[in-house]
């Protein structure tokens, strides 16, 4: 936008100006955005114990809180395996629990004892403003380590021997 002030002659012989100012508006929610700090955290998990604590989170609170002045609208959350495809979390051993009051969304490890879920899950998440079709990734992803004991003892309980 392109704004013109004129000033004309005034009684006391005050000689004409002129200056130009353009002006740039921007839509603060057309701009990349920072995430904020990542609520979710590295855990291990042994096959065959209770279910993990859900580690929770708050879709608003993943968007770093200087990225926009006004509200984007909304926004939408992946929770995705990072192995470059975003695989969905297996259904069977994570939920990704956004059931109840959106402020209190959770993500949880199950309970299971299938020896094949052993192994290094390491999760990433993407957000984005919806209206905007603008999105944001965790850089570093978190982890979840899924531990068979039967493959790796962590005890060894001695029974004496009788005759």
């Known amino acids: 936008m392109r704004i013109t002030v004129a000033a004309g002659r005034a009684a006391g012989g005050i000689a004409a100006a002129n200056f130009t100012v353009d002006l740039t508006f921007v839509d603060p929610c057309s701009l990349p955005f920072a995430l904020a700090d990542s609520p979710f955290f590295d855990q291990e998990y042994t096959l065959g114990t209770a279910a993990l604590p859900a580690q929770e989170w708050q879709a608003a609170d993943l968007i770093a809180p200087a990225a926009s002045p006004v509200d984007c609208g909304p926004i939408s959350v992946e929770i995705y395996v990072d192995d470059g495809l975003m695989t969905q979390p ?74």
């Open 90 to 163: 297996r259904v069977d051993l994570f939920t990704d629990d956004r059931s109840g009051d959106p402020a209190a969304n959770a993500f949880t490890t199950n309970y299971s004892e299938d020896a094949s879920a052993a192994g290094v899950y390491n999760f990433k998440y993407r957000v984005t403003y919806v209206n905007e079709n603008l999105s944001a990734e965790s850089d570093v992803p978190f982890s979840i380590t899924v531990i068979d004991p039967c493959t790796a003892p962590t005890s060894l309980d001695l029974v004496p021997l009788t005759d």
